[in-house]
């Protein structure tokens, strides 16, 4: 339906008194501006709480004496996974894109499909649980690492990430997987990548077996730092959710705001 211009000049409009339209003005820009207050607190109180977070892992983790390698720990050499051509075919098989690890977070949404020939017995098959670091990247998201949740399944990994076979019987997989989030190995990492060009680097099998270690941490006591880091990252989460869902709260406000207004309400 379109509104000729005709019909448009024989609209009606409420025309309250030039004093009382001006009262209406200043009171819808009253209350848009406590909004964005709101809105901006919100923000604030969840840049603190992440802050908080990484502040706690880097005074638990890079305060840990360290007198070993990633290598001390793993049951094999971190192997590349494969980079099928990818044609996005329903039937395909899943196949993790780059951003499926990245922030130390997996993202199960973010993969494409092939539909090359495979070979089921093949080393890139992922199983639940997989640990898997990124050896190629831009320079802040190089060695990002992340656990393989199941899903999607079957799936593939890529050539541009590696998986890391851990020792379970002489470390927990979610302490690494805290520790490559370290400042310390995040430092060592970045000043090792190596590339031509200033965005995208990549790190290479001998540098991430010889990240720094430290093998003299107990495995009880590797749990006891994940599990309290887990918390705050629980804490941090259920704060963005509820942020997430007063941000559409806040959102639905403004034309509720305007409706009352030109009711006469405000």
Same mark, same amino acid.
């Given at each position: 339906m379109t509104l000729n211009p005709p019909? +448009?000049?024989d609209l009606t409009i409420p025309l309250p008194p030039l004093l009382e339209q001006r009262r209406i003005v200043a009171? /819808?820009?009253?209350l848009v501006g406590k909004v964005e207050e709101v809105r901006s607190l919100r923000q604030k109180s969840l840049k603190q709480a992440e802050a908080l977070l990484a502040a706690s892992s880097t005074k638990l983790l890079n305060n840990t004496f360290v007198n070993g390698q990633l290598l001390d720990v793993l049951l094999n050499k971190p192997r590349n996974g494969w980079s099928a051509r990818c044609n996005n075919m329903p039937q395909g /098989? @899943?196949?993790l894109s780059l951003g499926a690890v990245t922030? +130390?977070?997996y993202r199960e949404t973010e993969f494409k499909r092939t539909s090359e020939p495979v070979s089921l017995d093949a080393h890139y098959w992922l199983k639940p649980g997989d640990l898997l670091i990124t050896r190629s990247n831009t320079p802040e998201l190089v060695g990002h690492a992340a656990i393989y949740n199941g899903f999607p399944y079957p799936c593939i990994y890529?050539?541009?990430m590696m998986r890391l076979e851990i020792d379970e019987s002489k470390t927990d997989k979610h302490f690494i997987h805290h520790w490559l989030a370290s400042t310390l190995v995040r430092d060592y990492i970045k000043s090792r990548a190596k590339g031509t060009s @200033?965005?995208?680097k990549k790190i290479s099998q001998e540098v991430v077996m010889n990240i720094p270690f430290p093998l003299d941490l107990s495995v009880c006591e590797q749990r006891r730092i994940v599990a309290y880091l887990d918390e705050l990252q629980t804490k941090v989460d259920t704060m963005k959710r509820l942020r997430e869902q007063a941000m559409k709260e806040l959102d639905a406000l403004l034309p509720s705001i305007l409706d009352k207004a030109f009711?006469?309400?405000l």
């Open positions: 019909q +448009f000049w009171r /819808i820009e009253e /098989i @899943p196949v922030g +130390f977070l890529p050539d541009l @200033p965005t995208m009711k006469g309400e």
